[in-house]
């Protein structure tokens, strides 16, 4: 297969949002044919459902739009990193109250004095620390649209307090008496099952048909892979814009079209959030003259999976063995090695465990000409070079952590003697002093 690259102009002030905005035509900078990232912006779409063209996407816009005409709350369910604040910022674009206040707050695993103390404000002496009066997001929002992400997670006694506020469209700052009207529609999201917390008791069932007047589901990426090009043309213009704050015509981010194909078959468990944080990681290692290469995306697919919480899966091909593109483990290290060693500290790092010595990466390397007994030597001179610094430079220590003895580490020294400089005795000279 030709490699190809589509590039990504853009000349925006401002970062992607979900404000309307018409979103760049991807250009290929190479010939020959490259994947095309249209530029159709849909009527009831901006930033993060623009472009998509799958059944899903085109249902969003849909609901988006049915749900932006009307006044009532709105409830949006989906898995995590589905889009959920990318739709409920959408929305308030949408509606009548799009020239009002938007508010947001992430309930999750907020105390329960905090979350009070953000909602309705307090006054100056309310509680310890407050040394001033603070005003709400309900006084804030009035007028506009106030979205709580993660209402799942709100404690029974906040549920409490807000299912007043909202009912009586009035509440009341912390430490006060007075009560203060409020007009404030609410979007409100969660990645939690709230039909089962409500057989449980965990979430009450009045405040659930008070914010759920309205409802609407983002869809998994798994169920649209055909939207994952327009996502990374998306998520790559807002690196750059990250990165670079005004995006000049040179400064725009590349990609192969064989990496994008490999970054459709990939399951990303955290969703479209997933992609987008392994979309800025891929474009921290370009310059805006480079472009994002297969073997770039599989050395950081290689650099994931070696985490204990992986939000992004490799998906192996179906292409046999001993093809090329197969090798993604080989290919990974060989392009781990050509990084600069700070990058290649880091790789490691992040796959090492507490306890782990990290090694050079050009141990994975046998040289032009080097037979296995000198590739050896040289291991070992690495190995207690290793050693040496994690346990504090005592050859008894160094031994220890090897698990040898401290003479059969002088006879390792020795016999590298031949291989290696006289820094290396040095350090053995060293060593023996320190345990003389």
């Known amino acids: 297969m030709n490699r190809r690259s589509s590039a990504l102009g853009a000349d925006s002030k401002e970062e992607i949002s979900a404000a309307p905005r018409q979103q760049e035509i991807l250009r290929s900078r190479q ?4 994947i095309e990232f249209a530029d159709e912006a849909a009527e009831a779409g901006g930033g993060l459902f623009s472009q998509e063209k799958s059944k899903q996407a085109q ?51 907020l105390p329960e004095q905090l979350v009070e103390a953000e909602l309705f404000g ?13 005003v709400g997001l309900f006084e804030e929002a009035n007028g506009g649209i106030l979205f709580l992400d993660e209402i799942g997670d709100l404690l029974p006694t906040v549920q409490n307090k807000l299912l007043r506020a909202i009912e009586e469209k009035q509440i009341k700052r912390l430490g006060t008496n007075r009560y203060i009207n409020c007009d404030v529609q609410i979007i409100s999201a969660t990645s939690r099952n709230l039909s089962a917390m409500l057989e449980r008791g965990e979430f009450r069932e009045d405040l659930y048909c008070r914010l759920a007047v309205l409802s609407i589901e983002t869809a998994p990426l798994r169920e649209r892979r055909e939207d994952i090009p327009a996502m990374i043309a998306l998520f790559m213009r807002e690196a750059a814009i990250k990165v670079y704050g005004k995006v000049e015509q040179s400064m725009r981010y590349q990609i192969d079209d064989e ?3 490999l970054l459709c078959r990939c399951e990303y468990l955290g969703n479209i959030r997933a992609l987008r944080n392994l979309i800025y990681e891929l474009t921290s290692y370009v310059s805006e003259d480079e472009s994002i290469s297969i073997e770039l995306v599989r050395f950081v697919l290689l650099k994931l999976s070696s985490r204990r919480v992986n939000p992004v899966t490799h998906v192996v091909s179906e292409e046999a063995p001993d093809s090329p593109r197969s ?9 781990a090695a050509n990084l600069d060693p700070a990058t290649q500290f880091a790789f490691l790092r992040s796959i090492a465990c507490e306890g782990d010595i990290i090694l050079p990466l050009e141990l994975c390397v046998l040289r032009r000409g080097e037979t296995f007994k000198e590739w050896t030597a040289r291991a070992k001179f690495f190995s207690i070079q290793a050693a040496r610094t994690a346990t504090g430079g005592s050859l008894q220590s160094a031994a220890q952590r090897l698990g040898l003895t401290r003479n059969s580490l002088k006879g390792h020294l ?21 345990q003389s």
């Open 31 to 34: 010939q020959g044919p490259s």
């Open 59 to 109: 249902l969003m816009r849909a609901e988006i739009k049915r749900v932006s005409r009307c006044p009532f709350n709105i409830l949006i369910t989906g898995e995590t990193g589905t889009g959920k604040t990318y739709a409920a910022r959408e929305i308030h674009r949408l509606s009548a109250r799009t020239n009002k206040s938007f508010m947001e707050l992430n309930c999750a695993n």
């Open 122 to 134: 307090y006054r100056r002496g309310a509680f310890t620390g407050a040394d001033r009066d603070h």
């Open 259 to 261: 990496a994008v194909e």
């Open 327 to 335: 090798g993604v483990k080989l290919t990974s290290t060989i392009y």
């Open 414 to 434: 020795q016999r590298t003697k031949r291989s290696h400089n006289q820094s290396f005795l040095d350090w053995q000279d060293e060593a023996e002093s320190n």
